[in-house]
């Protein structure tokens, strides 16, 4: 799967078009497994590959359902198990059990924000486990910025970005 391949899937999972030009941006466009569930497998496949390398024994993602179903994917794919992080009313946890010492994959379709980024890590952290690596399918200025020693694999990077896929 090439970068024009990346970009067509992208555009039929509902990210605009224009959202994949120009400088990198945090303010990007949704992308929905529900639009190309064919796509979205593809997509989530090429993730897990890019992160295998790091051998991680949990994958960790927002509650929404167009992540859970790429996390859903990326676990598969590697043989382990997904969580989700539920905000109770400002209280953040995981949805099912987390392993003693569990090397997590962070996984969403963009971290826009990051928020997102260090509650989901300092989660993790406080169950035992450590973050290995990041799986996002956008790159963006806050995955750039907040990823600290974990690996990251975008696999699309708007031109000019600093941190293309990996």
């Known amino acids: 799967m090439n970068d024009l391949d990346v970009r067509r899937l992208l555009i039929a999972g509902?990210?605009?078009?224009?959202?994949?030009?120009?400088?990198?941006?945090?303010?990007?466009?949704?992308?929905?497994?529900?639009?190309d569930p064919g796509g979205a497998e593809a997509l989530g496949q090429r993730l897990a590959e890019g992160v295998r390398p790091h051998q991680p024994t949990l994958v960790v993602t927002w509650e929404d359902l167009e992540n859970s179903v790429l996390a859903h994917i990326v676990a598969r794919e590697l043989g382990v198990n997904a969580l989700r992080v539920v905000d109770a009313s400002g209280v953040l946890d995981f949805d099912g059990a987390f392993g003693d010492a569990d090397r997590a994959v962070l996984v969403s379709d963009a971290f826009r924000t990051d928020f997102a980024?260090?509650?989901?890590?300092?989660?993790?952290?406080?169950?035992?486990?450590?973050?290995?690596?990041?799986?996002?399918?956008?790159?963006?200025?806050?995955?750039?910025?907040a990823t600290g020693d974990a690996a990251v694999t975008a696999l699309w990077a708007t031109p000019g970005d600093e941190n293309p896929t990996s």
Not at 14 to 32: A, F
Not at 122 to 135: D, I, K, N, P, W
């Open 117 to 145: 980024i260090n509650a989901m890590r300092a989660l993790t952290e406080q169950h035992g486990g450590h973050v290995v690596a990041f799986a996002a399918l956008m790159s963006t200025p806050a995955l750039s910025d």
């Open 14 to 35: 509902g990210v605009p078009q224009d959202h994949l030009v120009g400088p990198p941006s945090n303010d990007l466009g949704n992308y929905c497994s529900l639009f």
